[in-house]
């Protein structure tokens, strides 16, 4: 069973950095690897993606210019660099897998996901 692990969160003050990092994936059984994130009272929603078969990424707009997925040669962990934080990426911050044979990796709806971490929290505020 496929055990995500994510670490990396913490208390930034606005415009600071952080890099999450996302571990345990089975890069046998999954081709696409998330980010989604969970404010409180709001719904679980997708930030980013990468097929970690052909590295090809994805972002949300709210996001796109100051995030950035990854993942590293082994292909063993992911990471969702964040920089120029707002307080509206507070949230907990989750990393999932699936595979898709169709090869793209959207992040529109978090149920098509397979396997999920424990979260790691982002606190961004003055």
């Known amino acids: 069973q496929v055990h995500l692990v994510e670490s990396g969160g913490g208390s930034v003050q606005p415009g600071g950095s952080l890099r999450l990092s996302c571990g345990g994936y089975d890069y046998l059984a999954s081709n696409c690897l998330a980010w989604f994130r969970q404010a409180p009272g709001k719904e679980r929603e997708g930030v980013a993606s990468?097929?970690?078969?052909?590295?090809?990424?994805y972002l949300v707009d709210s996001v796109k210019g100051r995030f950035t997925i990854s993942q590293d040669n082994a292909k063993t962990t992911s990471y969702l660099q964040m920089n120029s934080l707002k307080s509206e990426d507070t949230a907990m911050y989750y990393c999932?897998?699936?595979?898709?044979?169709?090869?793209?990796?959207?992040?529109?709806?978090?149920?098509?996901?397979?396997?999920w971490g424990q979260g790691t929290q982002v606190t961004v505020s003055s």
């Open positions: 999932t897998t699936r595979w898709n044979p169709q090869g793209y990796c959207p992040v529109s709806f978090p149920h098509e996901y397979e396997n």
């Open positions: 990468i097929n970690t078969r052909t590295g090809f990424s």
